[in-house]
Nanobody
Framework: QVQLVESGGGLVQAGGSLRLSCVAS????????MGWFRQAPGKEREFVAA???????AYADSVKDRFTIARDTAKNTVYLHMNSLKPEDTAVYYC??????????????????WGQGTQVTVSS
């Protein structure tokens, strides 16, 4: 099994930045597909960003050119750098991992392990 521990959420003003961290344990991190999702009250969980085994990345159109996903293999950690934050970015952000082959990185059902979520609030 894999355990994911998230941190870095908080309250920021519109236009500000945050860095979320997700530390993984239990398996070989370098072979995980890692994803970030978010969910606002009353909304469906939506894809934000992903990093595959091969090192490729993917982003939702709503965050492209503002958010960056990065991995530190030595620390078993994946990061989400969030810049130019907007009030509509307010949500609980979840880290997710898959130790199997992933057909589509944007689908929540592709991931077997999830973190507890961390709250990001952007004020206007």
């Amino acid at each position: 099994q894999v355990q994911l521990v998230e941190s870095g959420g908080g309250l920021v003003q519109a236009g500000g930045s945050l860095r979320l961290s997700c530390v993984a344990s239990g398996r070989t991190f370098r072979r995980y597909t890692m994803g970030w999702f978010r969910q606002a009250p009353g909304k469906e969980r939506e894809f934000v960003a992903a990093s595959t085994w091969s090192g490729s990345t993917a982003y939702a159109d709503s965050v492209k050119d503002r958010f960056t996903i990065a991995r530190d293999t030595a620390k078993n950690t994946v990061y989400l750098h969030m810049n130019s934050l907007k009030p509509e970015d307010t949500a609980v952000y979840y880290c997710a991992a898959s130790t199997a082959v992933v057909a589509s990185v944007v689908l929540p059902e592709s991931y077997h392990y999830w973190g507890q979520g961390t709250q990001v609030t952007v004020s206007s």
